[in-house]
């Protein structure tokens, strides 16, 4: 879809109340801001965000379960329900009863836990083996065996499609009925291709100077702007949402990456409580100074998704997993491998 810049400029104008001359200086300052790693058009959509004026009016993306990666919010899938398992009860700490569902879903690319929770399992009265089914603002996690299980709680919703719609799940997989966990492929960056999920051991080269807590609505996932305030639900308590980028580098090529939550408190090695705190004291732009360009040069083993980001236009690395390197193991396998070299040459010597 062509994008008309002059549009959007206008728009923002009329419905933000200020001069084309500013809105104009605001979109160079941001291109400026992303270093140039955001289009003119993006850098305007960007603009007319901050200024509470939404210029591109976005589809509910449904995404395949291959796309699936931990931590993702407002997540939508068209399924098929490969099995339902009983229902079970637990109890809260208030002393009330909950309700937990779990289906086997399945799509063309793969097969997923899904967990419905609460009032939401009577979504699944009408709901039998082999429908399909539509699930909206769902979000996922990961489970306790490194794969990921998408929940649908308070806010999600489940509708049956009906007449269903034809989905072709892999015959192995209607077979086994086990959930398959993602297959990430150790490879260097320099053979990376969107869609990829890879393993890559990298340096981080450059870290782009942005907020890194995001304030959201618990209710609806909007973000918050000015008084902790969301304009559907009101006075919040809000969720708090880490967000770090920059680019990686493993010494074949380089890629931009984006990294949320827990993978932030492990890189910056602090909890989200400590990192607002400090940045309420020291202010965004010191704390990023003295926490976040040291990240500069460090190496991490990135586990993601490899994906093309819509707005800068550039592939990334959607990180799922960050871990610290284990030298030790590094080391001991070069020594093994240095032993057996000469292991080999001793023998022709």
């Given amino acids: 879809m062509e994008i008309n810049e002059e549009e959007l400029i206008e728009k923002i104008v009329e419905t933000a109340g200020i001069s084309r001359e500013e809105v104009l200086k605001r979109v160079e300052e941001k291109i400026e801001e992303f270093g140039g790693l955001v289009s003119r058009a993006g850098a305007i959509i960007i603009v007319g965000k901050e200024l509470g004026v939404e210029l591109v009016k976005k589809k509910p993306k449904v995404l395949k379960i291959r796309n699936l990666i931990s931590g993702l919010n407002s997540v939508n899938l068209c399924v098929k329900v490969l099995r339902i398992y009983p229902s079970r009860e637990f109890s809260r700490e208030n002393n009330e009863t909950g309700r937990v569902i779990n289906l086997l879903a399945g799509d063309e690319t793969g097969v997923v836990r ?49 007449p269903p719609i034809e989905i072709k799940v892999p015959e192995n997989v209607m077979a086994t009925q086990s959930i398959q966990k993602r297959n990430y492929k150790r490879m260097n960056l320099g053979q990376v291709k969107e869609g990829d999920a890879i393993i890559v051991r990298a340096a981080i080269s450059l870290v782009f100077e942005r907020p890194i ?27 708090k949402l880490l967000i770090l980028s920059g680019v990686i580098d493993d010494g074949v090529a380089s890629i931009n990456f984006v990294a949320f939550r827990k993978d932030v408190e492990r890189m910056l090695d602090m909890n989200v409580d400590e990192i607002e705190e400090k940045i309420k004291i020291m ?67």
Avoid at 121 to 128: G, I, S
Avoid at 213 to 239: A, I, N, Q
Avoid at 333 to 349: A, D, K, P, R, Y
Wanted: hydrophobic share 35%.
């Fill in 283 to 349: 202010g965004e732009k010191k704390f990023f100074e003295d926490y976040v360009l040291p990240l500069i040069g460090k190496e991490f083993v990135f586990r993601g998704i490899v994906r093309k980001n819509e707005l800068t236009e550039f592939v990334e690395l959607v990180v799922g997993r960050v871990s610290e390197v284990a030298y030790t193991s590094l080391l001991l396998s070069l020594i093994q491998e240095v032993e057996s070299c000469l292991g080999e040459w001793g023998e022709e010597i």
């Fill in 114 to 162: 899904v967990s419905i929770w609460n009032e939401k399992v009577e979504m699944l009265k009408n709901v039998k083996e082999g429908d399909v089914i539509e699930i909206f603002n769902g979000y996922t996690r990961e489970d306790d065996f490194g794969g990921i299980e998408v929940r649908v709680g308070k806010q999600g919703s489940i509708k049956r499609i009906d």
């Fill in 213 to 239: 807590v995001h304030y959201l609505c618990p209710s609806c996932k909007t973000k918050l702007r000015e008084g902790m305030k969301c304009e559907e639900h009101g006075e919040v308590k809000p969720d």
